[in-house]
């Protein structure tokens, strides 16, 4: 049966996984981590899905590497994952972000988006959350895609000058 709650190309838990557990626990996260990776649908259409399947396996990777005892990570979409912890305060949380930014950005091979939220009070649930976190990754998603095109610009920039 625990075969049908984990997602067979991450080895991650899955979506189904993840509602389950918001079900019977939602009360006791803590903090919740969104991650989207950046850059997945591009690699498809160039490089093909093998490519992109390889790049979701090495960004679960990164993911799993970097959680810590009390979190756990589900992959609840294409290209998206979210960590659920428990009994977790902001420095805990700050060094699991750290690690799974470390783990997959360092690398410059792929990159991904991060967000989190901590429960500030007692009554808050998971759902305000979750809400919460996928503001912030998107947030961060939006700044890395316009640092990337600013880098093109810049580079561009720097070709033509070398030209001249």
């Given at each position: 049966m625990k075969s049908a709650s984990i997602d067979p190309l991450t080895g991650l838990y899955n979506r189904?996984?993840?509602?389950?557990?918001?079900?019977?626990?939602?009360?006791?996260?803590t903090a919740v981590i969104s991650v989207d990776m950046n850059g997945l649908k591009k690699l498809n259409d160039e490089c093909?899905?093998?490519?992109?399947?390889?790049?979701?396996?090495?960004?679960s990777k990164g993911i799993r590497d970097g959680l810590r005892k009390g979190a756990t990570a589900y992959r609840t979409g294409g290209d998206e994952f979210v960590?659920?912890?428990?009994?977790?305060?902001?420095?805990?949380?700050?060094?699991?972000?750290?690690?799974?930014q470390n783990n997959i950005n360092v690398r410059g091979i792929y990159n991904v988006a991060i967000g989190y939220a901590i429960k500030k009070e007692s009554w808050q649930d998971a759902n305000k959350?979750?809400?919460?976190?996928?503001?912030?990754?998107?947030?961060?998603?939006?700044?890395?895609?316009e640092a990337q095109a600013q880098a093109?610009?810049?580079?561009?920039?720097?070709?033509t000058k070398n030209e001249e």
């Open positions: 189904q996984a993840y509602y389950t557990e918001l079900e019977k626990n939602g009360n006791k996260i093909g899905h093998a490519r992109g399947d390889e790049a979701l396996i090495y960004i960590i659920l912890c428990h009994d977790m305060d902001f420095l805990d949380v700050d060094d699991i972000v750290d690690s799974v959350l979750i809400i919460e976190a996928d503001k912030v990754m998107y947030q961060n998603k939006i700044a890395v895609k093109e610009i810049d580079s561009q920039n720097i070709e």
